[in-house]
């Protein structure tokens, strides 16, 4: 998946290093604020990495990342949750009973 991420230079987003611009902007130093339109579209790229993400897994590690609201949420809570020794071996005994049924 990094690879891919890489290659469609959208990784900065998985990694946290390009961070959601704010919601809202005030417009001319008034306390009016309109939506900011670089949120609208960092979002819209956020969900599409998230579904990318979301459909290259199986459905036994899905729960894991239900609660997830961004990609870089997900990526973090997939990284954390699969690289810990005692869940790689969960994971590793999961899938080797699924294989066996």
């Not at 819209?44 to 993400?53: E, G, K, M, Y």
């Not at 239900?66 to 020794?85: A, F, I, N, R």
Request: some cysteine.
């Amino acid at each position: 998946m990094k690879p891919y991420l890489l290659g469609q230079g959208v990784y900065s987003y998985v990694d946290g290093s390009f961070l959601c611009p704010p919601a809202y902007i005030s417009s001319a130093g008034m306390t009016l604020f309109n939506l900011n339109p670089l949120y609208l579209s960092w979002k819209q790229q956020d969900q599409l990495i998230i579904s990318v993400i979301l459909s290259s897994m199986s459905t036994e590690v899905l729960h894991i990342v239900v609660d997830c609201q961004t990609s870089h949420g997900l990526w973090t809570t997939l990284e954390t949750t699969l690289t810990s020794p005692s869940n790689l071996r969960i994971m590793q005994w999961l899938l080797l009973r699924l294989k066996a049924e």
